[in-house]
């Protein structure tokens, strides 16, 4: 995959995700603003049923004390009548209204024999008596300019005017308990779905002040519901019913909890996709470039010994040559040699392949690793010789055996000091150090190379992981060495980490633990 359409297939990504997660966060706001809606129109619907249901219930007490007076009234609506009404207080302050009404009721009475007739008109009288208690926060009686005389007459008296009439002359908490109010809306409000949500309650005046009928922690400035509660003889609001609502949000966002819950999850996937996909496509495009590297270096590797060869294959068939028995022996001892180069290359890319796959086979035994660190110095140190190096040892482990395979042992130091040759650019001065720590036994190479910086050192255990400079690798090699040896040392229960600083060299640990 090119790097440019790579950088264009993210970027469509990013864009198609960031729009799919706005559309998700204006989605959800709207479901929040829609249930916000429906919790006020709910409450609002609650609030007015209890407000029609206090009234209700306030009406069926009148129609209790005055039954059958309005159709009494009706059914004399066309006989001629009078009627009176008249107020009056006591010495206790206690107030009457009396009203009175005369019905003539006519009759015609037969004379007999001369066939006349006589007309009898009786007269009925109908007088009712109402009570009007004190209010003790009326300075005087309540005004009771009210047209009982039409209504009487026509039949139109009705108990809603008379008990509006009577029951404005009555203190708020004789007609209404809070107790009754609260169970009353609390009922309605589960009736709608609303469980979380607890109201706190107050009755006002229509001037908005406060009445005794409240709640303890009712706060008049966080009002946010009021609707009517009691309407004058006028149809004049006389009182209102407010509340506001503790866990209010709550109850909003408690129908929408399952849906926003889901959105929710279903976004974090497809980020979480959308991130592993971009970690994988990177992934693979430097596993894809790491692998292509490791071919051409491969190639390059091969290239040298194939071509050696070749020169000494074709030297050993021209007749001054095969005829000088020492320069025969030259070049077979080349073709040896380069094929053993080229052997080795291979049994590496074997050997991390089966470890790949879990099937090393390891030849575990009782293994003394001060005599396989000091047999894996011996090929590497006429190396370093031959370039003016130095090789310094220190064996200070005085326990050394441990439960492991020792040619797999052996090839792990050779590989860690053969690093420290090629990544010293003068003259190698690389020290090997053993001791012991903690029920383990450590070996410790440091050199005094090119050093590298942190964040190579956490890439060093990595297959085919090489450090470079630009484009160009500076040393010889796959990547494999290091890789191998952390596999290595993992199955001896063992550790391998390293430390190092640019142009100060670099320090490798490795930990085996003893034999028990």
């Known amino acids: 995959m090119k790097k440019g359409f790579y950088k264009i297939l993210i970027g469509i990504m990013s864009v198609a995700l960031i729009g799919l997660i706005i559309i998700q966060f204006y989605w959800l706001n709207l479901t929040i603003k829609t249930g916000t809606e429906s919790f006020n129109n709910n409450v609002y619907q609650a609030m007015n049923y209890t ?32 009627v ?7 010495s206790l302050g206690v107030t009457y209204a009396y009203v009175t009404r005369y019905v003539v009721e006519k009759s015609m009475l037969p004379s007999g024999q ?46 809603e005017s008379a008990a509006r009439w009577d029951a404005g002359t009555t ?44 709640s303890e922690n009712f706060d008049s400035t966080k009002i946010e519901f009021m609707v009517p509660l009691f309407l004058d003889r006028k149809d004049r609001i006389e009182y209102y019913l407010a509340a506001n609502f503790e866990n209010r949000k709550l109850a909003i966002l408690a129908p929408t909890v399952p849906i926003i819950s889901l959105t929710f999850i279903l976004t974090m996937i497809i980020i979480t996709v959308f991130s592993l996909s971009i970690y994988y496509m990177q992934l693979q495009r430097k596993s894809s470039e790491v692998k292509t590297d490791f071919i051409n270096n491969m190639t390059h590797e091969f290239k040298t010994p194939i071509a050696t060869i070749n020169i000494a294959s074709d030297a050993l068939r021209n007749e001054k040559v095969f005829t000088d028995p020492d320069k025969v022996k030259y070049y077979a001892d080349l073709i040896k040699q380069e094929n053993k180069r080229m052997n080795a290359h291979v049994e590496m890319v074997l050997r991390m392949s089966k470890l790949d796959m879990n099937q090393m086979d390891m030849n575990l035994q009782e293994v003394n690793l001060n005599g396989v660190v000091q047999k894996s110095v011996e090929p590497i140190r006429f190396i370093v010789e031959e370039r003016n190096g130095t090789i310094f040892e220190q064996y200070n482990a005085e326990h050394s055996f441990v439960k492991g395979d020792p040619f797999h042992l052996e090839n792990i130091v050779i590989n860690v000091l053969d690093n420290a040759r090629k990544y010293s650019p003068n003259a190698p001065e690389i020290t090997v150090k053993t ?70 060299g670099s320090t490798f640990y490795i930990k085996i633990p003893l034999k028990s």
Do not use: C
Not at 181 to 204: C, F, M, Y
């Open 51 to 82: 407000t029609e249901k206090i009234n209700k219930s306030e009406l069926e007490k009148y129609y209790k004390k005055f039954n059958n007076i309005q159709a009494d009234l009706k059914s004399n609506k066309d006989k001629p009548q009078v």
């Open 84 to 90: 009176t009404n008249q107020v009056i207080k006591d």
């Open 114 to 159: 001369y066939n006349d007739s006589l007309t009898k008109a009786n007269i009925y009288s109908q007088e009712q008596v109402y009570k009007i208690k004190k209010d003790p926060n009326s300075d005087g009686i309540p005004n009771l300019n009210f047209n009982w005389e039409h209504s009487l007459q026509d039949g139109t008296f009705t108990l």
């Open 171 to 214: 203190p708020i908490d004789k007609r209404i308990s809070y107790k009754m109010l609260d169970s009353i809306l609390k009922t309605e409000l589960r009736n709608r779905g609303i469980n979380q949500a607890l109201p706190i309650l107050a009755v006002l005046k229509k001037d908005s002040t406060e009445t005794s009928i409240k």
């Open 435 to 504: 001791y012991n720590k903690d029920q383990n036994f450590m070996i410790e190479i440091s050199d005094k190379g090119m050093g590298m910086s942190q964040n190579v050192i956490k890439k060093i255990f990595e297959q085919f992981y090489r450090e470079e400079t630009g484009n160009i690798h500076n040393v010889k090699g796959h990547g494999l060495g290091l890789a191998y040896v952390k596999k290595i040392v993992q199955l001896h229960n063992g550790q391998v980490w390293a430390e190092s600083s640019p142009g100060k």
